[in-house]
């Protein structure tokens, strides 16, 4: 029923598309009722001479046309009144298809403007746990899904529940008994499209795990071709190829088996159908109980009415199908926003640091910083040294507000940190991650990213702080070189510098750079460290690395081990005693030894 | 890269191209003209039920007479099974060949997969070839299958039709079609409109997904640059975009069925007006004008299908093109018809001729450039010796995995020979080098299956005391033991149940247990931690004793161990040497040594600590 609520929330906005769609499709049904009728009136009143039995209004406009004789000398106004009535048909169809999309797609956009606004409002977490490939498909496939119900089947469920009221009230006034014979089939049709389409979709299914199994190993073929031919496998690997290719086709003719025998049965069904139609109206006709206008009418109904009723019960097994895909996205859409702080306001970040016994930990699991306390001047370089685990870049985290801590106190200039903005944080603060992401776009966009109205030459200088101007210039297109899958392939380097680039720009108060020159080598990186002391006077900085001539330079050096602040002291005092970076510093001076 | 973007359609039909996937499927033949067959049946099915209303107005009705009444039921009813079993068959047959298509296209193509040299797989994404072999293999059998059945169809029952309307009155015959060409020319101009529409709408949609896909990879980054604002900015335009052109679309749609069926009444119509008048006239019978009008109702229909169906062509040409480009690329190295047929193919070799391998390498002037022009090796010279133990060492780049694939043969030189054993490899197949081959790669390949599969990969009828020794050899045994069920755990998709020191020790144990003469070892970059490292070090150093052994070598210890490093740099040897040798003569080595001595070292330190990861 949850599904049944989302559904309704969802049309909300544009159920007057679909009132409107509905009630043209209920008229261009009418429509289409209409030239069977005038047909019957030709045979039977106009060359038949049979009275015209015709509700007021028609022999109203018969008349005004000059009566049955004029017709009857003219039948070609006949022939007009159809295409007369099969253009409003038309017309009414168009508004119908018309009015459907607009509903449809305003909502496919309003799902998917959610969809996208909702996940990238989600918190941090979310998104460290969330599996990239699942959450696409609920976006897209799902998305489409749904679109193509409320597109299509709705209505086109709407409009076979028009045809059998239209159809079977006029064939009731014209042939009480044998209406009843033609609509008598609709349920076993009914009922046995139901069970088949399950069936099929069954079988289908089956196909399908097959496909995904040669999907498998079409791929591994393809992403293990060395080993493939290292070991000169190739027979082996048609072989399986084979195997799986074979069976799938197998399955596949096997559903299509079940299809086809679907369609010839109910097909068999149908036509019988309207054939028994076809011959009780015979005699009824020649037992002089119906006319022959009317045979033709009942013999175009029965066609009309009973294929449709197959399509009906697929759009029922449908249902399900988007109820699913329903209950899918609105997972994506409950979850909840990342919030701040009631409160939490706009406050300079320019001031002095202060832990005081700060402990984090991920929900539900161990300590990962505990009890850190330390003070960070304003305008101080702080390198932190710290094992894979030890929390470094948690803590890193914590200033932006990506986690927030669970006891404890950390202020930046004399504000509780949970008092100020997330949003206010994120923007004058700059965090380098160590994998930065990088928009398929031309690089200028990119670094544009942080400051959208940075000029040129504010993007020239920090992309050559970052040592990364040289690089761009050097592609073909330059600064509009589109980055990525499209365009060039970056280094991690690269990636890197260009994030860093991307990140300086935007002046921040505190600048932290969790470990983002991992990837570039030790010239290029100290060449980076040179620049950026140059340009980032009076900016606190933080720098996460693991390379001695990256850390030795800093005011003061924290080394972190399992969650706590194990050391921090200048570059002197830290080698002067025994611990990680005392150990760390003699490995990377010593060079003599290694010629043993 | 440009070459593999999926968009672009061609515009004009191209019968040709089809010309010649059809010569791939001609194996078909029979489901072909089975389907012709059927289709014509159907359509004469479809255009004899008006006959039948006519047959029964005129015989019964207008002459007040029931006699025959039953016969023509049973001839109606009877008629009515023909119809659904030509659709039960019409239906299995298309099923059919589009499967065997389908089936055939994906068999034909995998095999010439497994032909093509490296040198196409070095310029083709991965993802490009699965779309071909999935769903454009797909989109050719449907299209083949069921738009050819419509195709057959719709022209069948148009000429049944008319011949049926001409015979019974040519005079009404041409009023019914009357506005056949005003019928045709607005489903082709419209069909291909809707076709154009169509494509935009996809080309939208397929960036949609792209947008959904950087901005949930990019969230993390997006909240660090404060971007939701912008980047929502630039979804709803995308959004907005898709839903401007999917609306276009089906407006579009929207205008064509009303004009059709607009048209069509006036076919029923002016068949209304003139057969009227010839009713009168006694002309023609009440049964004949049921028929005309009958007809005149349906005979939008076929057009409006045959538009479709060639449209469907056309806008599935762009797969077939791209399948036959795959299909047709010729592999760059090959055997020549001799040599295969002594030593046999990757498909049937004859391993009864091959001659045994000592594992002696000879590089004899050897150059090698890439398709694209690029220079990697130029006059290369170099001896192994059975047995040796060569470690290569260098920059990216600088030609190491060049001079292991020459010596697997994934590329063969542009100019020069390698020599095996004093033999230049030209004169052996390819599957008899690759069969005496040891290959363990940077990071390690296995295939869905069980451990034991795995190992068994390079030695198929390996009896599982083989597969368990070789486990051993490696110190794999007792890791695997552990595992769920043993040698018969399922290693999941890409081995993603494993971890990647465990991928690696099964990789080793894959590599020799069909104890090759030549080895070749891909290292890891990745730091693993060192437990790890310390039991790969030691399969490694098991493994190659006794085989020619090249290592592009990251690790310190398996290179001080080796009988000679190579430094490459840009193609050529740059130093040659023992380790002893190589850091005494403080050059290239000596630097690339200690940077990563004191890299690996406090990688060591800053990894000791945390709990020990789970080999």
Redesign the interface.
């Known amino acids: 029923m949850i599904t049944f609520k989302n559904f309704f929330r969802m049309l909300k906005g544009n159920r007057i598309y679909y009132i409107g769609a509905i009630i043209m499709t209920g008229l261009s049904v009418l429509m289409s009722m209409i ?1 069977p009728l ?2 019957k009136a ?2 039977d009143s ?2 038949g001479g049979i009275p015209l039995e015709a509700p007021a209004f028609v022999n109203d406009l018969i008349e005004a046309v000059g009566g049955m004789s004029t017709l009857s000398a003219n ?2 106004i ?3 009144a ?2 007369a ?3 409003l ?3 009414a ?6 009015w ?3 509903g449809s ?2 909502i ?2 309003t799902l ?2 959610t ?3 909702h ?4 918190p ?1 977490d979310y ?2 746990k ?1 599996q ?1 490939g699942d ?2 498909q609920r ?2 496939s799902d998305v489409d899904t749904i679109r193509r119900f409320i ?1 299509g089947q709705m209505v086109e469920a709407a409009k076979i529940v028009f045809i059998f009221i239209f159809s079977v009230s006029i064939m009731i006034s014209m042939n009480m008994s044998l209406t009843f014979v033609t609509i008598a089939i609709i349920p076993f049709i009914f009922i046995f499209s139901l069970i088949f389409f399950k069936k099929i979709t069954a079988s289908f299914k089956l196909a399908d795990v097959k ?1 995904g199994e ?25 072989d399986k ?2 195997e799986k ?2 069976s ?3 399955l ?2 096997a559903s ?2 079940n ?3 679907f ?3 109910s ?2 069904l149908c ?2 159908q309207i ?1 028994l139609v ?2 009780l109206g ?2 009824d ?2 037992a002089g109980e119906m006319s ?1 206008g009317s ?2 009418v009942f ?2 109904y029965a066609a009309m009415l009973i294929y449709p009723m197959r399509q009906l019960a697929r759009i029922i097994g449908d249902m399900g199908r988007m109820g699913v895909s329903i209950g899918r996205v609105y997972e994506i859409i409950n979850e909840k926003l990342e919030e701040d702080t009631p409160g939490a306001g706009e406050h300079p970040l320019d001031g002095d640091i202060v832990f005081e016994n700060v402990n984090f930990s991920y929900e539900q699991s161990s300590p990962v910083l505990k009890d850190l306390s330390f003070e960070v001047k304003a305008g101080e370089t702080i390198a932190v040294l ?5 929390g470094k870049s948690s803590l890193m985290h914590l200033f ?1 507000r ?1 986690y927030d801590y669970q006891s404890g106190s950390l202020k930046i200039g004399g504000v509780e940190l949970r008092d100020i903005s997330k ?1 206010w944080l ?2 004058n603060i700059g ?1 380098v ?1 160590q994998e ?2 990088l ?2 776009k031309t690089v200028i966009e990119n670094l544009r ?2 400051k ?1 109205d940075a000029d040129n030459e504010e993007i020239f200088d920090a992309a050559k702080t970052a040592a990364v101007h040289d690089v761009i210039k050097s592609f073909e297109h330059g600064y509009e070189t589109i980055v990525g ?2 365009g060039v392939t970056l280094s991690g380097g690269q990636k890197q510098r260009v ?1 860093i680039a ?2 300086l720009i935007k002046n921040s108060s505190i600048l932290i750079f969790d470990d983002s020159l991992s990837a570039v080598d ?1 010239e290029t990186d100290s060449r980076i460290r040179a620049a950026l002391r140059e340009r980032r006077a009076g900016v606190t900085t933080f720098i996460i690395s ?1 390379r ?1 001539n990256t850390l030795m330079e800093a005011d003061r050096i924290f080394v972190m ?2 969650g706590r602040l194990s050391d921090s002291g200048t570059h002197k005092e830290l080698i002067g005693r025994d611990g ?1 970076y005392s ?2 510093w003699n ?2 001076s ?2 003599e030894e ?2 043993s | 890269m440009s070459n593999f973007e999926e968009q672009d359609y061609t515009k004009q039909l191209d019968v040709s191209l089809w010309i010649k996937l059809f010569n791939i499927i001609k194996a078909y033949r029979k489901e072909l003209f089975l389907l012709i067959a059927l289709m014509v049946l159907l359509a004469g099915a479809d255009a004899v039920f008006p006959l039948m209303s006519k047959y029964a107005i005129d015989t019964f009705i207008v002459k007040g007479d029931m006699g025959g009444f039953a016969l023509f039921a049973a001839g109606y009813m009877g008629l009515v099974v023909v119809q659904a079993l030509v659709i039960y068959g019409f239906l299995m047959n298309s099923g059919n060949l589009e499967c065997k298509v389908v089936h055939q296209i994906r068999k034909v193509g995998f095999k010439k997969l497994q032909e093509l040299s490296f040198s196409y797989y070095d310029n083709t994404p991965v993802g490009w070839i699965m779309s071909r072999m999935t769903s454009d293999a797909q989109r050719i059998g449907d299209v083949i299958a069921w738009s050819f059945t419509d195709l057959i169809w719709g022209p069948a029952i148009i000429i049944l039709v008319a011949i049926n309307m001409f015979i019974l009155d040519a005079k009404l015959a041409i009023a019914a079609m009357l506005v056949f060409p005003l019928l045709a020319l607005a489903s082709f101009h419209f069909q291909r409109i809707m076709l154009k529409n169509h494509r935009e709408v996809r080309k939208m949609n397929s960036k949609i997904t792209g947008a959904y896909n950087e901005g949930i990879n990019g969230a993390r980054t997006t909240k660090t640059l404060v971007r939701e604002d912008k980047n929502f900015e630039e979804f709803e335009n995308l959004s907005g975009g898709m839903r401007k052109a999917s609306i276009k679309a089906a407006t579009v749609s929207a205008i064509y069925l009303p004009i059709v069926i607009s048209l069509g009444s006036i076919a029923v119509g002016l068949v209304l007006w003139q057969g009227g008048g010839r009713v009168r006239l006694n002309l023609i019978t009440y049964g004949t004008y049921s028929v005309f009008i009958a007809y005149a109702m349906q005979i939008f229909e076929p057009i409006q299908q045959i538009a479709r169906v060639l449209s469907e062509f056309q806008s599935a040409q762009a797969s077939a093109e791209r399948t036959l480009t795959l299909l047709e690329t010729e592999p760059d190295i090959v055997d020549s018809e001799e040599i295969a047929a002594i030593y046999g193919d990757s498909v049937n070799p004859k391993p009864e001729n091959w001659p045994a391998i000592n594992g002696d390498i000879t590089f004899e002037n050897v150059s090698f450039n890439y398709k694209t022009g690029e220079k990697v090796l130029e006059d290369f010279n170099l001896h192994i010796q059975a047995g040796e133990k060569i470690a290569l060492v260098g920059e990216t780049g600088a030609g190491k995995s060049t001079i292991v694939n020459l010596i697997c043969r994934f590329y063969e030189p542009s100019s020069g020979s390698i020599l095996i054993d004093g033999v230049d490899y030209r004169k052996r197949s390819q599957i008899w080098l690759q069969s005496n081959l040891g290959y363990v790669l940077q990071s390690p390949h296995l295939f869905s299956g069980t451990v034991a599969d795995n190992i068994r990969y390079a030695k198929l009828d390996a009896t599982d005391e083989e597969v368990e020794a070789a486990a051993r050899t490696v110190s794999a045994y007792d890791f695997i033991m552990e595992l769920e069920k043993g040698f018969d755990t399922q290693v999941g998709e890409g081995g993603g149940r494993l971890s990647s020191g465990q991928k690696q020790l099964i990789s080793f144990a894959r590599a020799i247990i069909a104890d090759p003469k030549i080895f070749v070892l891909d290292e890891a970059t990745s730091s693993i931690d060192t437990e790890t490292e310390r039991m790969i070090q030691k399969a490694v150093d098991i493994v190659l004793k006794g085989r020619t052994s090249f290592i592009v070598a990251h690790r310190l210890s398996t290179i001080r161990s080796c009988d000679r490093i190579l430094v490459i740099s840009e193609g050529r040897i740059k130093e040659s040497g023992s380790h002893r040798q190589l850091m005494r003569r403080r050059g290239e080595y000596f630097n690339l040594y200690t940077n990563q001595f004191k890299e690996e070292q406090s990688n060591r330190l800053l990894q000791a600590e945390p709990e020990k990861k789970a080999l």
């Not at chain 1, 169809?93 to 018309?98: E, M």
């Not at chain 1, 996940?119 to 989600?122: A, D, G, M, N």
């Not at chain 1, 710290?386 to 030890?390: D, F, K, L, M, Y």
Request: glycine content about 6%; some cysteine; overall charge positive.
């Open positions: 030239p005038i047909i030709t045979v106009i060359l039948i070609w006949c022939s007009l159809i295409v009535v099969t253009a048909n038309g017309v169809s168009y508004f119908k298809g018309r459907t999309a607009v797609e305003n496919a956009k998917k403007d969809l996208y606004d996940l990238q409002r989600l941090y998104h460290v969330a990239t959450l696409i976006c897209t597109a496909e040669l999907q498998t190993v079409l791929q591994e073929n393809l992403s293990g071709v060395r080993v493939v031919r290292a070991f000169g496998r190739q027979r082996l690997e048609v190829f084979e290719n074979s799938f086709r197998d596949s003719i299509i088996g299809m086809a025998v369609w010839g049965v097909d068999l036509m019988a054939g076809l011959l015979i005699r006709t020649l022959l045979l033709l013999n175009t710290g094992s894979t685990g030890s932006l990506l949003r994120r923007e965090l991650l930065p992401f928009y398929s990213m942080a959208f899958e499209k994030a991307r990140t030790a693991q001695i081990e399992q990680l150990r760390i490995i990377q010593l060079d290694l010629e």
